[in-house]
């Protein structure tokens, strides 16, 4: 079984906005780090966004900071990611990831992957 679902990929024009959602399933991810990646073909992973297990601290990459907000809502077990003012290099396969520790997901030290959802935007 797949811990990590994602939901809400698609296909947006430039200057749009998409949820992206990650359901955890099969085991307690209240206590872990929650967060996205994203990679684009011929390029590396980007560490886009995370929030810890309180909630009480995120991390936004350069590229999304100030158009996208991660939340998450611990009794169900899911997080989400907020994506507005979309651009055409957002374009991406989108992964949620978790760590134990805050830390570790600064480092990439990922535990779980989940098997990414498609956002293209289009010009």
């Known amino acids: 079984q797949v811990p990590l679902v994602e939901s809400g990929g698609g296909l947006v024009q430039a200057g749009g906005s998409l949820r992206l959602s990650c359901a955890a399933s099969?085991?307690?991810?209240?206590?872990?780090?929650m967060g996205w990646f994203r990679q684009a073909p011929g390029k590396e992973r980007e560490n886009v966004a995370a929030i810890d297990w309180t909630a009480g601290r995120t991390y936004y990459s350069d590229s999304v900071k100030g158009r996208c907000a991660i939340s998450r809502d611990n009794d169900k077990n899911t997080v989400y990611l907020q994506m507005n003012s979309l651009k055409p290099e957002d374009t991406a396969v989108y992964y949620c990831?978790?760590?134990?520790?805050?830390?570790?997901?600064?480092?990439?030290?990922?535990?779980?992957w989940g098997q990414g959802t498609q956002v293209t935007v289009s010009s």
């Open positions: 099969g085991r307690p991810f209240s206590s872990y780090t």
């Open positions: 990831a978790a760590a134990r520790y805050y830390s570790d997901y600064l480092s990439r030290e990922i535990e779980y």
